[in-house]
């Protein structure tokens, strides 16, 4: 993550966004903004109180993803090919995952971009984080939490990958229908290495009562961050679709999942 910084920052040839004060109409950020993003203006935290939080890999390239249920990963799409394996890791474990990519990602929606991946042998030891899929929060001008692994100068100057970063930003702007980016602005923006990562909502202000609202997508690196929402009947839609393929409980899509952190 990085920490906002007074001017915001571009990558390569690409032109920044014109944010204005009030926002009266959705922001449409540029799809060449580049995807593999980390965490901009946030503390280093220990794994250990994210337990569910992996290293997300596919050869060389590296994410951040979530397990959301004992046999279930949830990273971006971008992150892997649909049906390609990949590598989590976290606390020394590696495990081996096979993916699929929500069908709107590759058909002209870049806010779908979800990846739900199966794990054949199962997690344990710890509990699964819960997605949410209510509207009612978070609101605009409520902190959300943004997670990962990513880089944490802004701009992405120092390309660093693998060490767990936390920071907070208000909703800025929240979808209102099934397409769309939630979008936030504060001191955490993602950054390259972030992308995958779960943005949550705490209850209470309560970090241990936290909630998955939405999936890390992309961003500016500075200031402005574009989250793929979690309560949409198309995210929903097709993650109960896939809980029924593959025979895999989603914590927050299925009541009858197990092992799910308390909220």
């Not at 503390?43 to 279930?72: E, L, M, Q, Y």
């Not at 090919?81 to 929500?102: E, Y």
């Not at 199966?118 to 997690?123: I, N, Q, R, T």
């Not at 390309?159 to 208000?170: D, Y």
Request: glycine share 12%; net charge neutral; aromatic share 8%.
């Amino acid at each position: 993550m990085l920490k906002a910084a007074a001017i915001a920052f571009c990558l390569g040839s690409i032109s920044c966004p014109t944010y204005g004060q009030e926002m009266a109409a959705p922001i449409e950020p540029p799809d060449e903004i580049p995807a593999d993003l980390e965490v901009v203006g946030a503390k280093p935290v220990s794994p250990a109180a994210w337990p569910a939080t992996f290293i997300f890999r596919v050869g060389t390239g590296g994410c951040t993803s979530t397990a959301v249920g004992k046999n279930v990963i949830l990273t971006a799409a971008h992150c892997v090919t649909s049906g390609a394996t990949a590598t989590v890791l976290n606390a020394g474990k590696t495990l081996s995952v096979t993916c699929t990519n929500h069908p709107g990602y590759g058909n002209g929606d870049p806010a779908s971009d979800f990846s739900l991946c199966y794990v054949k042998d199962g997690l344990t030891g710890f509990p699964f984080e819960t997605i949410s899929t209510s509207i009612s929060y978070p609101r605009v001008g409520q902190q959300v939490l943004l997670l990962g692994f990513g880089c944490v100068k802004a701009g992405g100057s120092d390309a660093s990958f693998g060490v767990l970063h936390l920071g907070g930003a208000a909703l800025l702007l929240r979808p209102e229908n099934a397409k769309g980016f939630a979008t936030t602005k504060g001191d955490a923006a993602i950054c390259f290495g972030d992308s995958g990562g779960a943005a949550y909502f705490a209850l209470d202000n309560d970090a241990s009562r936290r909630l998955v609202i939405g999936i890390n997508s992309r961003g500016d690196i500075n200031q402005y961050s574009f989250l793929s929402p979690t309560a949409t009947e198309g995210f929903v839609a097709w993650a109960i679709a896939w809980s029924g393929q593959n025979k895999a409980s989603i914590c927050g899509i299925d009541p009858s999942a197990k092992g799910c952190r308390p909220f």
